[in-house]
């Protein structure tokens, strides 16, 4: 674990003796949600001393349906990120999905984040990893953790050792994912921060017809855990409201919920420190 290599970003470095947040709400639904969950985090994160990034999608182009709110695109979404940077100073992190978008995209982000259904997309891969913006792959549900060193292999010979790789949970079954946290240390073992998903790793794909499902009970005790294992990061969706967020919101949690969780988190990570 002494080899993981530290992501510098602003003031802080990614994988170092501070814990790392990456949070804010699934999709961009409007400026005041992202605005109020924005300053709610940060006020958290300062008052905790942990390093935060806030995300927020501007697309969600994996949905399960076609009526599935997916966002407001490209030009509007990136706009309203900027406008979250400017007036609360954070760093962001936001999802690519084509080639096309990655330059665009890191006009604004500081983070490119990889979808797990796309994370074997050499094209797209190969577009965020020349932006020279820290690239965060998420594991796709149907890889095993050693299966991600050879997309690692195509960010870094694409010029980019500025890499994150984060587990949101495997396929197992039918409409459910688990979580095996031996990820975790294989995963740093290729010298790179591994982050943890606990908001996805507890969704429920499809399962609600024409939207995913999800059960955000367990989203702190896999959080604990990841953090027990050795994760660097965790991530999170976080929204003001989850029970009527557009998307994601069975397995998002409630802002007023986020700082009890940071805090107990950031304690278990002093403790693994």
Do not use: W
Not at 50 to 66: C, E, P, T, Y
Not at 82 to 87: I, N
């Amino acid at each position: 674990m002494e080899n993981i290599k530290r992501i510098k970003l602003r003031d802080f470095e990614i994988g170092g003796d501070k814990l790392t947040i990456l949070a804010g709400p699934c999709a961009i639904e409007s400026q005041e949600i992202l605005d109020e969950t924005a300053k709610g985090l940060k006020e958290i994160t300062k008052e905790l001393d942990i390093n935060f990034v806030f995300k927020s999608s501007f697309d969600k182009a994996n949905r399960s349906s076609l009526k599935s709110f997916r966002g407001p695109g490209l030009e509007k979404g990136l706009e309203m990120l900027a406008k979250v940077k400017e007036k609360f100073n954070l760093p962001i992190v936001t999802d690519i999905h084509t080639p096309d978008q990655a330059a665009k995209a890191a006009e604004i982000a500081d983070i490119l984040q990889i979808p797990a259904f796309l994370c074997r997309q050499t094209d797209l891969l190969v577009a965020a990893a020349k932006t020279g913006k820290i690239i965060n792959i998420k594991k796709g549900q149907f890889l095993a953790p050693e299966q991600m060193e050879s997309l690692i292999k195509k960010v870094e010979d694409s010029g980019n050792f500025n890499i994150l790789l984060t587990d949101r949970g495997t396929t197992f079954g039918y409409n459910n994912l688990v979580v095996d946290f031996r990820g975790i240390p294989i995963m740093h073992s290729f010298g790179y921060p591994v982050v943890f998903d606990a908001t996805h790793s507890v969704q429920l794909p499809g399962a609600n017809g024409i939207c995913s499902g999800g059960d955000r009970r367990f989203v702190p005790v896999l959080a604990k855990a990841a953090i027990a294992a050795g994760a660097k990061v965790l991530f999170f969706e976080i929204h003001p409201d989850p029970d009527n967020a557009k998307c994601d919101g069975p397995n998002m949690i409630a802002l007023k919920d986020a700082k009890e969780l940071f805090a107990k988190c950031k304690q278990i990570f002093e403790v693994v420190k």
